[in-house]
């Protein structure tokens, strides 16, 4: 399958910093990603999906403001968490997908555990 | 609304063929059904999905009924790095991906 590789894996910032998390699709280009959050022994829940070139389209009840994201090109997109607290500490995956193409699978990154101390 | 209802866990002997069965009987023409795993601490990974015809690749089979009501998916034969959350997801094909409570696969040595 396709490669969607996520960085950094795992990252601890302090309160009130902010932490950028970016998502690349090495094989494919992406028209369309997708940010999740998971809290520990809960399923993904989806927070955005973003496509190339235009304004993410939050889910409900997700602060667009909190989280930025931007997609610059097919190949990157980028969730930013402003001002975290420790209650935004989770493992947050990006998907990617090339929608409107012939096989339109979605392909997951490994997922980054973020801790806010 | 959940689209899909599957069996909160399961157990399968190591080397045996594990069935998920998923129910999806509000399924509409265009959508497909969708099959992901998640290993612990891991991003999810794509299986395998169908419409109507069954589907076998390197990883499994999906079985869908006549009806498209239900469908199961089939690990032919099951290793210990089979031990996963599986996710049977219904959806158009250009749609987001919305998860599920999945079922916990244990895979027994």
């Known amino acids: 399958g396709a490669v969607v590789s996520q960085h950094p894996s795992w990252v601890i910032c302090k309160s009130g910093t902010s932490v950028k998390i970016e998502c690349r699709s090495l094989d494919f280009q992406a028209t369309t990603m997708f940010w999740y959050r998971q809290f520990p022994k809960q399923s993904l829940m989806l927070m955005a999906t973003?496509?190339?070139?235009?304004?993410?389209?939050?889910e409900q009840g997700v602060e667009k403001d909190k989280f930025l994201i931007n997609h610059a090109s097919l190949t990157l997109s980028t969730l930013t968490v402003t001002s975290a607290h420790p209650e935004d500490s989770s493992f947050y995956i990006c998907?990617?997908?090339?929608?409107?193409?012939?096989?339109?699978?979605?392909?997951f990154g490994q997922g980054t555990r973020l801790t806010v101390v | 609304d959940a689209k899909t209802t599957q069996p909160p866990s399961m157990d399968c002997a190591e080397g045996r063929a594990a069935n998920l069965p998923c129910n999806h009987s509000?399924?509409?023409?265009?959508?497909?059904v969708y099959w992901y795993r998640q290993i612990h601490s891991q991003g999810p990974q794509y299986i395998i999905h169908g419409l109507k015809n069954n589907e076998t690749n390197e990883m499994a089979s999906l079985i869908i009924t006549e009806d498209r009501k239900s469908s199961t998916l089939i690990l032919p034969h099951a290793t210990l790095r089979d031990t996963a959350v599986y996710y049977c997801?219904?959806?158009?094909?250009?749609?987001?991906?919305?998860f599920g409570k999945g079922t916990r696969l244990h895979i027994l040595p």
């Open positions: 998907s990617a997908s090339a929608f409107g193409q012939e096989n339109t699978e979605a392909f």
């Open positions: 973003s496509n190339e070139g235009s304004k993410a389209t939050y």
């Open positions: 997801i219904v959806k158009n094909r250009d749609d987001k991906i919305i």
């Open positions: 509000t399924i509409s023409g265009n959508e497909y």
